[in-house]
């Protein structure tokens, strides 16, 4: 999963679909700052389980030994 980090603030940047494609906003700085890509992966903070991404909710990853849904700010994101 690509994650998009603001070089400003270290945010993650939300994407914006503007009438020429998709933009990148860093909330934190009001800007659409410059950001640097990485291609990581989620896991629990709780067992270490690499979390699955709930289609469902669109905004929250899934525990399959947990069985609970953990959002973006309590995962933990490891380089692959
Ligand atoms: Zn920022
Ligand atoms: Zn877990």
């Not at 998709?22 to 709780?46: L, N, Q, V």
């Not at 909710?57 to 700010?73: D, H, M, Y």
Request: proline share 5%; aromatic share 12%.
């Amino acid at each position: 999963m690509i994650r998009r980090i603001c070089r400003n603030c270290g945010s993650e940047m939300v994407k914006e679909l503007t009438s020429e494609g998709p933009k990148f906003f860093c909330e934190t700085c009001s800007d659409y700052s410059p950001y640097d890509a990485f291609d990581m992966d989620p896991f629990c903070p709780e067992c270490d389980e690499m979390l699955q991404f709930c289609g469902k909710c669109s905004s929250g990853f899934f525990c399959n030994r947990c069985g609970c849904i953990l959002s973006r700010k309590h995962i933990v994101w490891k380089n692959r």
